[in-house]
């Protein structure tokens, strides 16, 4: 089955400073791997998405985040911060069911406060 | 384009009461749709999925059921409420072809 970790339930970041967060997977196949974020007593919006080709790819609201396969890591970044950033952010993989379909396992999340 | 819609967006109920919570997804035809629960420490838990009417997978032996009348309108039930039933449910949907899935905006669900 697979599996993703985010290092760090919380991480706090400067306005304008870089926003890093970090993801590792386990897959036993290649992945599909995805980054959502949720604002609070919302539900999860796609930041991202890595399927297939380019390793290095570029979301909504300036983030990005690369595929290394050596690592089994997806690690988001922007540039510089915004106060609109903070909200949870969620990196999953994809997983195939039994029963047709699929599923996203999801890692715990990690909390993004911006500060001024 | 596609949207995703639940209802209610709170609810607060009694334990022991019945539960009914709604999904309808607009703009695509015969998607995979599922049912989240987000509790409090306990992140993302996949409740059920379904890739077409009346087809519904559990992936948690629990409280809480699910159905699919129609192509586009997923419903998740319980004849009887728990404390633990608490929790905010996300329903999501997927076209058959892609691996994304989208989500709706939540039921935030208070079981005292």
């Known amino acids: 089955a697979q599996s993703v970790t985010q290092l760090g339930s919380h991480v706090s970041v400067s306005e304008g400073a870089l926003v890093l967060l970090r993801c590792n997977y386990s897959s036993s196949v290649p992945p599909y791997l995805f980054w959502y974020v949720q604002y609070p007593n919302q539900g999860l919006q796609l930041l991202l998405k890595?399927?297939?080709?380019?390793?290095l790819v570029k979301g909504i609201n300036g983030f990005e985040a690369e595929f290394k396969k050596s690592e089994t890591s997806f690690h988001l970044t922007k540039p510089s911060a915004h106060m609109s950033d903070a909200a949870e952010y969620f990196c999953?993989?994809?997983?195939?069911?039994?029963?047709?379909?699929?599923?996203?396992?999801f890692g715990t999340g990690t909390q993004l406060k911006v500060e001024l | 384009s596609q949207t995703i819609h639940q209802w209610p967006a709170t609810l607060v109920q009694p334990v022991g009461s019945p539960l009914s919570l709604e999904c309808t997804v607009e703009g695509t035809s015969n998607p995979n749709l599922y049912w989240y629960r987000q509790a409090a420490g306990r992140g993302l838990q996949l409740l059920f999925y379904s890739v077409g009417i009346g087809q519904i997978s559990s992936e948690v032996p629990q409280n809480l059921s699910a159905s699919r009348p129609q192509d586009r309108q997923f419903i998740l039930s319980s004849k009887k409420l728990l404390l633990s039933d608490s929790g905010f449910y996300l329903c999501a949907w997927r076209s058959g072809g892609a691996p994304t899935q989208y989500f709706g905006p939540g039921t935030r669900l208070t079981v005292l």
């Open positions: 999953a993989v994809s997983d195939i069911l039994t029963g047709g379909g699929n599923k996203l396992t």
């Open positions: 890595y399927t297939t080709g380019a390793t």
